[in-house]
């Protein structure tokens, strides 16, 4: 970034402590060291207390900091609008929730999963604030590292990626998925796409091609050994696809957008369609259960008077003779709760694969609407930017858009907001972008003032 692209902003409060800056930087880094150890320890770190207490704290002081420098003003530019009324009609859903409506009748509602399942709606905005503390604080570092240290953190990853699948990986999965994995795919799709950005975008003249033809050889090789999470699922294949796209058209930053933005219309169309029409991919077992079940939640959804679902029922509108066949199904001999059907987590926290269609089937369709709206009015921002901005800027900018648009895409085809790994990642990715947004601007008004 330019100096004043990386000027920190001052939140109203005018100065700043040296003891606060250390603090900061204290949080962020042990942000960034949870992510990676979570990454590689699987359920030891994101599934417990424990495992999560380490990050919850950093991501609350973080954002209590900047809170207090920021008195608690909402701005009312850009995307934020939507976000509010996400988060409101979020809100009007929970408290909906607790009084047991809308009622359907034959849907199982259990109180005890009703906070479980909207979480989101507090640890959304406390992530998206931590995040600015994040990004303030590793952001230009994070970006240089990776750049010099890319194959060594690329050789890592994969090795890590590897390993930890062949000796660690659940073999049930291996046998009915038909490969292997241990790793937290969701943050390895992040990291990655992050240091690959920072070592082809960088303008010091380190080799690019080599960065992916390295990720290519990897790619081949999980496919051949079934080990590995980083590229087995299909998500993992549009992802390496983006990275094409971003290794093609770097220097050519409008097409450059206007690429990723076809791509994801393809891919926002394919599940239009399917969700509509789930029988056209019936030759695709995985992807008609998803398609039915969306269908299913849409459906629900209208029965509700799109007030939306709410919280405390199964992601699946299922009724409630449904629930102990729907257990049965899901159950895998060497996960903890194999043979207890009185469990019911699997049907009440386990996501159905996109967070958009979640989004209007528990908060309706205001809550899904302000959500949609909210991300388009991300991408298309940041694409503007992109086209009309100087070139010191481009590499963030094109760095952030690509996480942005693989963030999107991981919410509307795998788990995502109703997961607490994915969500801080998630909103990670939407922090890096409104801050850039708001140095851009900040540094546009200086110019102009002079």
């Given at each position: 970034m330019s100096s004043a692209a990386t000027q920190e902003p001052s939140y109203g409060v005018p100065g700043r402590r040296k003891g606060s800056v250390h603090l900061e930087t204290f949080l962020s880094v042990v942000?960034?060291?949870?992510?990676?150890?979570?990454?590689?320890?699987?359920?030891?770190?994101?599934?417990?207390?424990?495992?999560?207490?380490?990050?919850?704290?950093?991501?609350?002081a973080a954002s209590a900091l900047v809170a207090l420098r920021n008195g608690l003003a909402l701005r009312g530019d850009g995307p934020y609008p939507a976000l509010y009324i996400?988060?409101?009609?979020?809100?009007?859903?929970?408290?909906?929730?607790?009084?047991?409506?809308?009622?359907?009748?034959g849907l199982p509602r259990s109180d005890r999963f009703i906070i479980r399942q909207a979480?989101?709606?507090?640890?959304?905005?406390?992530?998206?604030?931590?995040?600015?503390?994040?990004?303030?604080?590793?952001?230009?570092?994070?970006?240089?590292?990776?750049?010099?240290?890319?194959?060594?953190?690329?050789?890592?990853?994969?090795?890590?990626?590897?390993?930890?699948?062949?000796?660690?990986?659940?073999?049930?999965?291996?046998?009915?998925?038909?490969?292997?994995?241990?790793?937290n795919k969701l943050t390895l799709y992040f990291i990655f796409l992050f240091i690959f950005m920072a070592r082809i975008t960088h303008p010091r003249r380190y080799s690019r091609f080599f960065p992916f033809v390295l990720i290519t050889v990897y790619l081949a090789a999980t496919k051949l050994l079934t080990y590995g999470s980083l590229f087995q699922a299909s998500t993992g294949l549009l992802f390496a696809f983006y990275l094409l796209i971003a290794l093609l058209l770097r220097n050519r930053p409008i097409l450059f957008a206007q690429v990723f933005l076809l791509v994801l219309a393809c891919v926002i169309g394919i599940v239009v369609v399917g969700t509509v029409s789930p029988e056209l991919?019936?030759?695709?077992?995985?992807?008609?259960?998803?398609?039915?079940?969306?269908?299913?939640?849409?459906?629900?959804?209208?029965?509700?008077?799109?007030?939306?679902?709410?919280?405390?029922?199964?992601?699946?509108?299922?009724?409630?003779?449904?629930?102990?066949?729907?257990?049965?199904?899901f159950k895998r001999g060497s996960e903890p709760w194999s043979g207890k059907t009185e469990i019911y987590d699997l049907v009440y926290l386990r996501a159905q694969h996109n967070s958009f269609v979640n989004m209007f089937f528990r908060t309706g369709l205001a809550g899904g609407l302000s959500f949609l709206a909210f991300n388009l009015i991300l991408l298309t921002g940041l694409m503007r930017k992109i086209s009309q901005i100087a070139s010191h800027n481009l590499p963030h900018l094109q760095t952030a858009y690509v996480l942005l648009v693989a963030g999107i895409t991981q919410a509307m085809l795998h788990v995502g907001l109703e997961t607490p790994r994915f969500l801080i990642v998630y909103a990670l990715t939407v922090a890096l972008v409104l801050l850039l947004t708001w140095h851009l601007k900040s540094e546009a008004e200086h110019r102009h003032a002079r």
């Open positions: 942000l960034i060291v949870w992510l990676i150890v979570g990454t590689f320890t699987h359920d030891l770190v994101f599934r417990t207390f424990a495992g999560m207490l380490p990050g919850f704290v950093a991501l609350a996400f988060t409101g009609a979020g809100a009007f859903a929970l408290v909906l929730s607790f009084l047991g409506y809308p009622d359907i009748g979480y989101f709606l507090v640890l959304l905005p406390v992530t998206l604030m931590a995040g600015f503390v994040f990004w303030r604080r590793l952001y230009p570092w994070l970006y240089e590292f990776s750049a010099r240290y890319f194959v060594p953190l690329s050789l890592a990853i994969m090795l890590g990626d590897l390993i930890s699948a062949y000796y660690f990986g659940d073999p049930l999965f291996r046998e009915i998925n038909g490969y292997s994995k241990f790793a991919f019936s030759a695709d077992k995985n992807a008609v259960w998803r398609f039915t079940n969306w269908r299913s939640n849409f459906q629900t959804l209208h029965e509700t008077g799109y007030l939306g679902i709410g919280f405390g029922t199964p992601y699946f509108p299922i009724t409630t003779q449904d629930l102990e066949n729907a257990l049965t199904i």
